[in-house]
């Protein structure tokens, strides 16, 4: 469906768990108070409230969290969303420490493709910005060539910070041997980003220019996201920068978001969320939660106000909104 300012709302990020195994510096350094157990949603309420987003017109889900593999049976979840009446595809954000060994769960439930995180390749670094063992980036070429080869739509997320921008060019080199998109992100003063001084991506773009001259702007859509997209002639996948702060891309908007348990929000910015998960458990028909949704998207903000920090009036963290 359209919202009240005439974009078309066909996408929806479902946090499926708040809880991660790493510990991103901008992200959720520390654990996040976790709710009282039970309060994420279930794979049946969970599916209850897709079945009615897609009569709204949603039929493109990102699984995403915290960290969405730390869900028991998420490949099963996948498989059961995909198998939803009208959903067109079903994809995944994940910072890939666990995705080898549920990757052929995730194959077979027909997961259209997989975005994943990584800020650095060198080991030290990503031990730096993350708080967990580097060796995990040593293994993220081998994995993003398996995902690549069993079909799934791969790409990489980087958000830039001072400390990263030395790996601008090898994260980009990923794209090299690979079909792979490798996407930089302008950090989001949200939650743990709010303490955290973020870089703004035309220092990443200028480096890219220097590395590869041709470098130049392709009018392509890659996906669900926001990024505008460069290709060069040494790079078999593009490059994008999503640029969330210097350039407004909320003209295009075409999203919303469920958190862990069950908050609708129609913005990442601002605190309002439709409570699904307190309908549905209050016994609400199925009818009710779409009605919500549908009010919710007809009053989707124009825009973000990321821009001046003080007026960003979500208190979550990215880790239980779903980022
Ligand atoms: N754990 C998974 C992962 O890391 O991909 C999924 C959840 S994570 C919140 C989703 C994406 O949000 C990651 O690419 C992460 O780098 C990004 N992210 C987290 N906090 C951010 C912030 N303040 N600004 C911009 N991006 C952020
Ligand atoms: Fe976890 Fe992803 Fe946040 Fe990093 S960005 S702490 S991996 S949820």
């Known amino acids: 469906m359209r919202d009240g300012f005439g974009r078309e709302i066909n996408y929806m990020r479902l946090s499926v768990t708040s809880r991660c195994n790493l510990r991103c510096r901008y992200c959720m350094p520390e654990p996040s108070p976790q709710g009282r157990p039970g309060e994420e949603l279930g794979d049946g309420e969970l599916l209850a409230i897709c079945a ?14 915290g960290e969405p593999l730390l ?6 979840l996948a498989a059961q969303l995909k198998a939803l009446e009208g959903v067109e595809e079903v994809t995944l954000t994940t910072n890939g420490v666990l995705l080898a060994e549920q990757l052929d769960g995730l194959c077979r439930a027909g997961l259209d493709g997989v975005n ?39 790409k990489v997320n980087a958000v830039l910070l001072e400390e990263n921008l030395c790996q601008v060019a090898e994260l980009a080199l990923l794209g090299r041997e690979l079909p792979v998109d490798v996407r930089f992100i302008q950090l989001m003063p ?5 303490k955290v001084q973020g870089v703004p991506p035309e220092r990443a773009l200028a480096i890219l ?5 041709d470098l130049h702007p392709v009018q ?3 996906g669900n996201g926001p990024a505008s997209y460069f290709a060069t002639e040494g790079l078999r996948g593009r490059v994008g920068l999503i640029a969330a702060l210097s ?15 069950g908050g609708f929000k129609p913005c990442l910015c601002y605190r309002e969320r439709y409570e699904l998960g307190l309908l549905l458990r209050g016994g609400a028909p199925g009818e009710a939660l779409g009605q919500a949704m549908a009010q919710a998207i007809l009053q989707k903000p124009w ?6 920090a003080d007026a960003v009036t979500e208190a979550l963290t990215m880790d239980q909104i779903g980022g």
């Open 209 to 213: 220019k220097e590395r590869w001259p």
């Open 190 to 194: 949200i939650g743990w980003g709010a």
């Open 220 to 222: 392509e859509r890659r």
């Open 247 to 261: 350039r407004r891309f909320c003209a295009q908007c075409n999203r919303v978001r469920l958190t862990s348990t």
């Open 52 to 65: 009615q987003a897609v009569k709204l017109g949603i039929t493109r889900f990102k699984l995403t969290g």
């Open 303 to 308: 825009g973000h106000c990321f821009e001046k």
């Open 71 to 76: 869900r028991p049976g998420l490949a099963e």
């Open 116 to 154: 994943v995180s990584l800020d650095a390749l060198d080991p030290q670094l990503y031990q730096a910005i993350t708080g967990r063992p580097g060796a995990a980036a040593k293994a993220m070429p081998a994995l993003l060539a398996e995902c690549v080869r069993r079909g799934l739509r791969t």
